[in-house]
């Protein structure tokens, strides 16, 4: 009996330790396929499942509260992560509104087209900057995201860039010219946008027009003739106009 017991004592034993060694197994196998995940996601320029789900989380938080107020713990706390685990998929805020920016832009500008060869570049310029704008006002603080972003992995507005500075010089711009084109109408766009998003309407300022008047006639004189000319406060028409100035500059 007592070796019998002695026995089973020894095989309890040994089946502790195969079990042990499987779930080790199990958790090196689980952690080098979420290596090979990431290190595939990186070089095809896409997230792994979790990464996409942090993404459109993050998005959410974003349009709720805004980017000064998104973080990653924050974040972590959405999604009932530790931040510590969180920080496995993105080491930095900044690389998140890298990914921000990439997932604001790519629904707008999946079926980016060139130039076509009758079209004129103003008006392939015009559209895919209102198309940009479009793309920002989507989200809360988006022009604040996308113009912050690095062109990797924001890979989306690096394809715009490339895309625009191409259609330029094929149209017969010199390649210098096109890209100072696409820059300063990129920026303005930018710019405009967060703007936009910041600052009050027009239509707001308006009602001030007359205190402003006395100390800053010139400006209030210039937001009378604005508001006379786009009566109904559409800011795509005061986007528009800057434009159009900017592009008619280009064509001189």
Do not use: C
């Not at 502790?16 to 396929?33: G, M």
């Not at 989380?57 to 980017?67: H, N, P, S, T």
């Amino acid at each position: 009996m007592k070796v019998h017991g002695r026995r089973e004592v020894s095989f309890e034993r040994l089946e502790k330790r195969r079990q042990a060694i499987n779930e080790r197994v199990e958790y090196e196998r689980l952690r080098l396929n979420e290596q090979i995940d990431r290190k595939e996601a990186k070089l095809s320029q896409r997230l792994n499942h979790k990464q996409a789900e942090i993404v459109a989380a993050a998005l959410i938080l974003l349009d709720k509260e805004g980017l000064t107020s998104l973080s990653l713990r924050k974040l972590a706390t959405v999604l009932d992560m530790q931040a510590p685990g969180l920080y496995w998929y993105f080491k930095n805020k900044e690389m998140l509104i890298d990914y921000l920016a990439e997932e604001i832009l790519n629904k707008d500008f999946k079926d980016l087209q060139p130039r076509l060869d009758n079209e004129p570049w103003q008006d392939w310029l015009s559209a895919t900057m209102n198309r940009l704008r479009k793309a920002m006002l989507a989200h809360k603080d988006g022009a604040r995201v996308v113009a912050g972003a690095h062109l990797y992995p924001a890979v989306t507005l690096a394809k715009i860039f490339e895309l625009a500075i191409g259609s330029l010089h094929e149209a017969g711009l010199n390649i210098v010219d096109a890209r100072h084109i696409i820059m300063t109408a990129s920026t303005y766009t930018f710019g405009f946008v967060i703007e936009e998003q910041a600052s009050p309407s027009m239509e707001l300022i308006g009602g001030h027009i007359d205190d402003l008047a006395q100390d800053y006639p010139a400006t209030a004189e210039s937001i009378r003739a604005a508001l006379q000319a786009n009566p109904t406060h559409d800011n795509t028409h005061e986007f528009n106009a800057g434009l159009k100035l900017i592009i008619n500059g280009a064509k001189k």
